[in-house]
């Protein structure tokens, strides 16, 4: 039994709030990424739950016990940190055991416990050497065997990829995973990358300025952004956001982006949409892969449109293509044999059975 | 040098087989050769001398002859110390200061440097600057003050402090302990910060974190500071000729002045083979712990 659960946390560094009021509970068993921009507080949440910070304000609980006041070594937590921080005069088997030789663990228990999560991390060759003498790969499986070992009730992960290279990082993401169905344990995360975020998570708490945007499952937020942040930090080429404006037009409801470019909102919306018609300040968001190149044949919210494409970027399974509408920088993926070409027009079509419409006012998702 | 920079000159013709990077990198190397050998010469100069003084005779050192030539060597200078003087007081004396000066020293530094590094309280950085102040004051402005207070000691307690050998392992620790301090606090600020957070997390107290990660990981910088310490406390030479004055508490540098200079009699022979085996252990010390001083112990705690 191991949730974790924060209560209006706070974490003030003089006069900066770092972390304004974090609500969070994270169930026994679940694989939870912190995500968000660098100095939105995930960092400094992530240690404040390893009790390095100390909170300003609000309660911390790690499986029921409210942990505010109580020393790491006494939270039964294990973490991997961004730079692994092995000890460098230690071998491998002794960075791994020294946790548990602090707590006085008999030796037999120590050795069954290393070998074993050695042999999950495939690293039981290395067990002699030293830090220096492995890569960073093998550096971040020992980080990691040095936390499994402990048997935790909490794992904690700041940023654990970051300083691999891009196709390492990929390789030991699917490791994570791997160990974290191997060995169940409650796992909070912390990446910029939302790439990893997705592939991990159970659920992904997005963070900005201190403060949670949105927390679900990395589908939910894909799919359903509560926040213009959310939708443009999730996924990537970023969503599209085109500034535009709600019209009522022989009893319909459409969305102009410009002089000749309207869309009619698909049908299911129109009730919730109707109150911002004639608005100021709304912006259309849709993703890259809702604008295509048109087809022969039309589904129901599809509408072609032309546009004078101005950058074209082939990506092998895909071309990327960027155009201009109404001063907003739009991305399309297209098919690579669409026949796409720097400026040249283009057919384009638009999928607005996935469109969102956020006030920018507020920042939220309607 | 000169006709090298003639002969590279005069073949301008020469194909350019060799980068001008390679060319610059040799001229870079002849010129510090050359200084190098300039500052070898200079600086081995007078510890020449010392071994060519301490190997003549009375008679030799007195005659005219060409000072930097022994024209009949004799270890009578050697023997006459090691035998007939209270040489090997003095020697014994600055044995063992100096080795309770580097233990105190380095018991106060590393505890010192660790907790104003790593352990942020109130008042941590103003201690620090405070620690390095300290040693920016000139011993010869402490040791009066200094003198003040063991008397002061000795007219409140009746302790007497002036004119013991051991009196100086308190003494000295003033000037060694603020630079150790100093250079510890650099030492330990250089380890990444998540290895404590680590050793913190795997449940070690500070003062597990300090004597089974820090002292480990920042061997080399306490080895220097222990060197550094040695050599301070073995060169000393005005505490101890403030502080000590009977021969059986006197330490090398001052026994050697007071008790082979008589008057305006100078016994060069003996003198410098005092100063030349004086000078032996702290040779030693830099020969044996020289790599030390360079490895460097940190590689692969982090990102490499």
Same mark, same amino acid.
């Given at each position: 039994m191991a949730q974790v659960s924060l209560r209006k946390v706070i974490k003030k560094y003089d006069e900066v709030l770092a972390v304004r009021g974090v609500d969070l509970d994270i169930a026994d068993k679940e694989f939870i990424v912190l995500v968000g921009p660098? +100095?939105? +507080?995930k960092s400094t949440t992530l240690r404040m739950i390893a009790g390095l910070e100390e909170i300003s304000g609000g309660d911390i609980a790690i499986g029921g016990d409210v942990v505010n006041d109580v020393p790491p070594k006494d939270r039964d937590i294990a973490m991997v940190f961004q730079n692994y921080? /092995?000890?460098?005069?230690?071998?491998v088997y002794e960075n791994m055991s020294f946790g548990l030789k602090l707590k006085k663990t008999p030796k037999q228990v120590i050795d069954q416990r290393v070998r074993t999560a050695a042999g999950i991390l495939d690293i039981t060759e290395l /067990?002699?050497? $030293?830090? $220096?003498? /492995?890569?960073g790969g093998q550096r971040q499986r020992v980080a990691m065997g040095r936390a499994i070992v402990r048997d935790p009730k909490v794992f904690l992960f700041d940023e654990p990829l970051s300083n691999l290279d891009a196709k390492l990082r990929v390789q030991m993401r699917t490791e994570i995973k791997k160990v974290h169905q191997k060995v169940r344990t409650t796992t909070v995360y912390v990446t910029h990358d939302q790439v990893e975020a997705m592939t991990l998570a159970d659920r992904v708490v997005v963070m900005n300025a201190g403060l949670i945007e949105q927390v679900g499952t990395p589908n939910d937020l894909y799919h359903s952004p509560a926040t213009k942040f959310v939708a443009g930090f999730i996924g990537s080429p970023a969503m599209n956001f085109i500034p535009c404006q709600l019209e009522q037009a022989a009893g319909a409801l459409r969305v102009r982006l410009n002089d000749k470019l309207a869309f009619p909102v698909p049908e299911g919306r129109s009730s919730r949409y109707s109150a911002y018609a004639g608005k100021p300040s709304l912006v259309l968001g849709l993703r890259p892969e809702h604008i295509a190149e048109t087809r022969p044949h039309t589904e129901p919210n599809q509408h072609d449109f032309e546009q004078m494409i101005e950058v074209v970027e082939p990506m092998g399974m895909e071309t990327l293509v960027y155009f201009t509408i109404n001063g907003a920088e739009v991305c399309g993926r297209v098919n690579p044999n669409a026949g796409a070409t720097a400026e040249r027009p283009m057919k384009l079509r638009a999928d607005l059975s996935n469109m969102h419409l956020i006030d920018d006012t507020t920042g939220k998702v309607i | 040098m000169a006709n090298a920079a003639i002969a590279t000159a005069g073949a301008p013709t020469r194909p350019a087989r060799y980068g001008s990077i390679s060319q610059s990198r040799r001229w870079a190397l002849r010129w510090s050769y050359f200084f190098l050998t300039l500052f070898a010469i200079f600086f081995l100069m007078p510890p020449f001398y010392m071994l060519v003084t301490a190997l003549k005779s009375k008679e030799e050192i007195a005659?005219?002859? &060409?000072? !930097? !030539?022994?024209?009949s060597p004799t270890l009578s200078n050697f023997i006459e110390l090691l035998t007939q003087n209270q040489y090997l007081i003095f020697f014994r004396n600055s044995a063992l200061v100096s080795i309770c000066v580097v233990v105190v020293t380095m018991l106060i530094s590393v505890i010192a440097a660790f907790s104003l590094a790593r352990m942020k309280f109130w008042g941590s950085a103003a201690l620090a600057t405070g620690v390095f102040l300290t040693y920016l004051i000139p011993d010869t402005l402490l040791f009066i003050p200094l003198f003040k207070m063991m008397t002061f000691v000795r007219e409140t307690t009746?302790?007497?402090?002036? &004119?013991? !050998? !051991?009196t100086l392992c308190i003494i000295y620790p003033t000037l060694t302990v603020p630079f150790c301090t100093w250079i510890m606090i650099g030492y330990f600020a250089s380890i990444p910060k998540e290895l404590d957070e680590a050793a913190l997390i795997d449940g070690a107290t500070w003062m597990q974190t300090l004597t089974k990660i820090f002292i480990p990981v920042a061997l080399p910088g306490i080895i220097a500071a222990t060197i550094f310490c040695f050599t301070v406390s073995w060169a000393q030479f005005l505490y101890p000729l403030a502080f000590t004055t009977s021969t059986t508490e006197l330490v090398l540098p001052v026994g050697i002045v007071t008790t082979l200079i008589k008057g305006d009699v100078f016994n060069w022979g003996q003198i410098m083979a005092g100063a030349l085996l004086g000078a032996a252990p702290p040779l030693i010390i830099y020969a044996f712990l020289m790599d030390y001083y360079i490895a460097g112990l940190t590689a692969g705690a982090t990102k490499g």
């Open positions: 660098s +100095g939105c +507080g921080a /092995l000890y460098p005069h230690m071998n /067990l002699d050497r $030293k830090p $220096k003498q /492995l890569s | 005659a005219i002859t &060409n000072p !930097w !030539w022994v024209y009746g302790i007497e402090l002036v &004119n013991h !050998w !051991w």
